[in-house]
């Protein structure tokens, strides 16, 4: 049973470019989070989705970002022009339920620099 | 605002010996507290956790204590083992929040051989 997959482990992109960072939840989770870690940071919430929907976006920036769970393939989290400070690690971790108490999963993480 | 909060950035430790980790949350909403050990280059993972019904919770060489009153919560690793450093970072719960995680900063355990 593979765990989380995320992909690419690293993206490198020039300011203006757009970021596409993929998120394969483990077997049986429909439910999908997306953290972001500034260096010497904590992770800060950013996304709650479950197939289809968002449940929660109150991480997320206003503007050039935004995040997608299809009813088929990955979780896409989409960062439009992007700029020196979305440099960053970007987590996707899964649940098999939603309930406070499920335990989440989380993958390698993708690793975004903006040169 | 954070609030959750490691404020030791980094402990060393002896093998062998006690490590003890801190973590201070500021909001009464979370009723929910877990543990994450992280490598570098890869994602947290989880270790225990604890729900704010019980002020103890223990699973092998790992126990977590929780502190209501005082809005604290303590992971104990004994005995600390060369393969234990990694940064841990604690998480908070709020129930009635969709799910989402808040984390502290983390705390950088370096176990001596």
């Known amino acids: 049973n593979a765990g989380v997959m995320q992909n690419p482990r690293h993206l490198v992109r020039r300011r203006g470019q757009e970021a596409r960072l993929r998120c394969s939840p483990m077997?049986?989770?429909?439910?999908v989070y997306w953290y972001r870690q500034l260096p010497e940071e904590g992770l800060k919430f950013m996304v709650y989705l479950q197939k289809e929907n968002i449940i929660d976006e109150s991480g997320m920036p206003k503007e050039r970002f935004s995040a997608e769970f299809p009813k088929e393939g990955p979780s896409i989290l989409r960062i439009q022009q992007v700029v020196r400070g979305d440099s960053a690690a970007y987590f996707c971790a899964s649940s098999r339920w939603g309930a406070a108490n499920t335990e989440a999963f989380f993958g390698q993480g993708t690793r975004l620099t903006v040169v | 605002d954070q609030q959750v909060k490691q404020n030791s950035p980094s402990l060393s430790v002896q093998e062998g010996r006690i490590s003890i980790l801190n973590c201070d949350y500021t909001n009464s909403m979370f009723d929910y507290f877990l543990w994450y050990k992280k490598y570098p280059a890869e994602g947290p993972t989880f270790l225990i956790s604890?729900?704010?019904?019980?002020d103890k919770n223990e699973d092998g060489r790992f126990t977590v204590f929780l502190n209501k009153s005082a809005k604290h919560l303590s992971l104990h690793i004994v005995p600390s083992q060369p393969g234990d450093s990694a940064v841990y970072f604690c998480?908070?719960?709020?129930?009635?929040?969709?799910?989402?995680?808040?984390f502290g900063s983390g705390t950088q355990l370096t176990v001596l051989p």
């Open positions: 077997k049986g989770h429909s439910h």
């Open positions: 604890i729900s704010s019904i019980k």
């Open positions: 998480a908070a719960v709020h129930s009635g929040s969709a799910r989402q995680l808040t």
